[in-house]
C-alpha cells in the first residue's frame, strides 16, 4: 500500500511541475527532459541488478517494456502540450480518469481480471464523470 500512495504523491508532483514546466517552455522540450530525466533514475536502481541470463530469461518483458517507453514518450509530448493549452482541472480528470476507465476495462479483456460489482458500480460514475468534464470542457461551462 505504501507504493500506491508514494506513487499518488510522486504523479501529482509530476503533474504540478510539468505543468508549470509546460507553461514556460517548448512543450516538446518539457517532454524530452522529462523523459531523459525519467530513465536514468530507474536505470540506477537497476543497473547493480543487471547480467546476461537476467535479460535472456526476460525478452518478452524486455520488449514489452521498450514499446512501453514508447508509448509512455508519445504520452508525455501529449500531455505536456495539454497542459499548455488547457486548464490542469480539465486535463487531469480527463487523461488520468480516463485512463483508469480504459485501464480497468481492457484488464478486464486482456488479462481475465474480475470487475466486481462495486468496482463496476465506480467505472460507471467514473465514466459519468468523464463525460461531464468533456461536456464542460466542449460547452465552456
Known amino acids: 500500500m505504501i507504493y500506491i500512495i508514494l506513487a499518488s504523491i510522486f504523479y501529482t508532483s509530476a ?8 507553461r514556460n517552455a517548448n512543450t516538446n522540450l518539457i517532454a524530452g527532459i522529462t523523459n531523459i530525466v525519467s530513465v536514468f533514475i530507474p536505470l ?3 543497473a547493480p541488478l543487471l547480467s546476461k541470463k537476467l535479460l535472456a530469461d526476460s525478452k ?14 508519445l504520452f508525455t509530448m501529449a500531455l505536456t502540450k495539454s497542459y499548455s493549452e488547457n486548464k ?7 487523461v488520468f480518469g480516463g ?14 481480471e474480475k470487475i466486481t460489482p462495486y468496482q463496476g458500480a465506480g467505472l ?8 461531464l468534464i468533456i461536456f464542460a470542457r466542449i460547452t465552456g461551462r
Do not use: C, D, R, W
Request: proline share 2%; net charge positive; charged share 0%.
Open 15 to 22: 503533474i504540478i511541475l510539468g505543468t508549470i514546466a509546460s
Open 44 to 46: 540506477a536502481v537497476v
Open 60 to 73: 518478452f518483458g524486455v520488449l514489452m517494456a521498450f514499446f512501453t517507453g514508447i508509448a509512455i514518450a
Open 88 to 94: 490542469v482541472a480539465i486535463v487531469v480528470p480527463i
Open 99 to 112: 485512463a483508469i476507465f480504459l485501464s480497468s476495462l481492457l484488464s478486464y479483456f486482456f488479462f481475465k
Open 124 to 131: 460507471i460514475f467514473l465514466g459519468m464523470g468523464l463525460l
